[in-house]
């Protein structure tokens, strides 16, 4: 498998496991690539108001993805990073976007609603990164697959 196919599998399917290694590598470079997208898309005001949410809803399912694979490596319920998507993304972007999109005029609306939806869902955010980012997977298989240390392990035995 070639490395673009891997990559892809990382962040675009919810089989298998995510190393956490991996996880840190990709959030990082979709953070950089989505900054960059996003203020070209700014700049040149792409798509008009929706321009941001169609750049968005793909970071989105990466981030989502890349959560789900950081559960199952740890051997968790994905049940717990649904109530984190659910809780935290949800009804952050149904408002702010409602609100830009049906009323522009209303900026201050905006921010007041952006920073309540950000102290809301913050605890929920802060489990999900310490979770994903600082917990190591389950040692050897588990239910969700092989442990993808296995490999690497492998290779230096």
Do not use: H
């Not at 109530?83 to 005029?105: D, H, K, R």
Request: proline fraction near 4%.
């Amino acid at each position: 498998m070639s490395w673009l196919a891997a990559l892809a599998d990382k962040v675009f399917g919810f089989k298998g496991r995510l190393r956490r290694r991996d996880w840190w590598l990709i959030t990082i470079g979709l953070m950089i690539v989505n900054y960059i997208a996003g203020d070209f898309v700014i700049r040149n005001m792409l798509g008009g108001e929706y321009g941001l949410v169609l750049l968005g809803l793909p970071f989105l399912w990466c981030g989502f993805v890349l959560g789900f694979k950081r559960f199952q490596d740890q051997d968790k319920s994905n049940k717990w990073n649904m109530l984190a998507l659910i809780v935290a993304f949800v009804p952050t972007t149904i408002l702010i976007e409602s609100i830009a999109l049906f009323w522009p005029q209303d900026q201050q609306s905006l921010l007041y609603v952006s920073r309540l939806m950000y102290w809301l869902t913050l605890p929920a955010n802060i489990y999900v990164f310490m979770v994903a980012g600082f917990i190591d997977g389950t040692r050897g298989p588990n239910r969700f697959g092989p442990s993808p240390k296995a490999k690497e392990f492998a290779k230096v035995s």
